[in-house]
């Protein structure tokens, strides 16, 4: 799909040869991974957690810029995004934070701390800016909280406190809702574009010739032209005369969907279903909680991300830079789905035998 998506461009041409050795790359580290007893990451876990966040702080000294945000390393021709990597380092990092203190685990002390342990990496990722990943590490905590055993009252309490900070925050933000963007200004750590891209969610101008709206009407488009078996690999209109934008990333579905119709998209959701049912099955027969919860925490990752992604796609949610897992072009975004495989993989082949 990479492939059909960049043909005849030149700027992108060897992307999918990219992605490929990616690919290759990635399934070496689900194979070591898998082979490494899980349980040994647990004692690696505070590590691994000071490593990414002196990462994460070391790209704005050293990292390289693109489109607007700080958020990788050149290592020789390849970009390494760090903030990719901290998905899963702060799944090994929550399970192993979770596990230690799994008999205390609904006390508001033990939820404060597991706060504070996720914000510092999301903070320095906010900054970079870097948004859809600060808040798909928020869902990754509150996932895994909730998997380790978090009281019901307490999920009224987090509603409430949701409200208010959306009622405290959004008569702020009215004026990128009722007026057309007068003064292009960041809003704290939320950048311009950010909270426009929300704005044309949900007031979107059809007759905007680019941007979010643009790209959104295009992806729409293209799904609708895909009919039911699609108009056949490398035969989309919209995604070879490249009305569709970003097409290898984030609306890589959609051009999917053209392609091979309402067939391959479905069969393509259900493929994501099966490998997200398989996570939560090992996580259903792993012999501790830290196993439990990494398997928890993998499954959301990918369960969240592919919502979304396609959720946006059919402008049921806002644009966002959210990859497709396994699916979208991106070397970093493709090892950390195939990392946590790998630690998935790892829990199942140690799970506890049952005798019969």
């Known amino acids: 799909m990479i492939r059909s998506a960049i043909a005849g461009n030149i700027e992108l041409a060897g992307y999918d040869q990219r992605q490929a050795i990616f690919a290759v790359v990635g399934l070496v580290v689900v194979i070591i991974v898998s082979a490494i007893d899980y349980r040994i990451w647990s004692a690696l876990a505070r ?25 990788w390393f050149r290592v020789s021709v390849v970009n390494i995004q760090p903030s990719e990597l901290a998905k899963i380092v702060m799944i090994i990092a929550l399970a192993d934070f979770f596990s230690r203190n799994k008999k205390n685990n609904g006390s508001l002390r033990i939820i404060f701390q597991s706060v504070l342990l996720v914000g ?3 903070l320095l990722i906010l900054i970079q800016p870097d948004l859809s990943t600060t808040i798909v590490l928020f869902v ?7 998997a380790a055993g978090l009281p019901i ?10 409200v208010i ?3 405290i925050f959004a008569p702020l933000l009215v004026n990128y809702f009722t007026v057309d963007y007068p003064q292009e200004e960041d809003f704290f750590f939320i950048r311009y574009y950010q909270m426009a891209r929300l704005a044309n969610f949900l007031f979107p101008n059809p007759e905007e010739s680019y941007g979010a709206t643009y790209n959104v009407e295009q992806a729409l488009i293209s799904i609708g032209s895909g009919g039911f078996i699609g108009q056949g690999y490398g035969q989309g209109p919209q995604v070879q005369l490249r009305f569709l934008k970003v097409r290898h990333t984030d609306f890589i579905f959609s051009a999917l969907a053209e392609e091979f119709g309402f067939v391959g998209a479905v069969g393509f ?4 279903t099966m490998v997200i049912h398989r996570c939560l099955r090992a996580a ?5 909680q830290f196993g439990a919860l990494i398997c928890y925490g993998v499954a959301f990752l990918i369960l969240f991300q592919s919502a979304f992604n396609i959720g946006m796609n059919l402008n049921l949610l806002p644009v966002s830079g959210i990859p497709l897992p396994f699916f979208s072009y991106g070397g970093s975004s493709l090892l950390t789905s195939l990392l946590g495989v790998g630690l998935v993989e790892s829990v199942i082949l140690r799970h506890k035998q049952i005798e019969l």
């Open 140 to 146: 990754l905590w509150f996932a895994i909280l909730w």
């Open 47 to 71: 590590p691994l957690f000071f490593v990414i966040v002196g990462l994460l702080a070391f790209i704005f000294i050293a990292g390289v810029v693109g489109f607007g945000s700080a958020r």
């Open 269 to 272: 959701i259900l493929v994501i």
């Open 120 to 122: 510092l990496p999301a």
């Open 153 to 162: 009252r307490y999920l009224g309490t987090f509603l409430i406190l949701v």
């Open 284 to 288: 259903s027969i792993a012999r501790d």
């Open 165 to 167: 900070v959306v009622g």
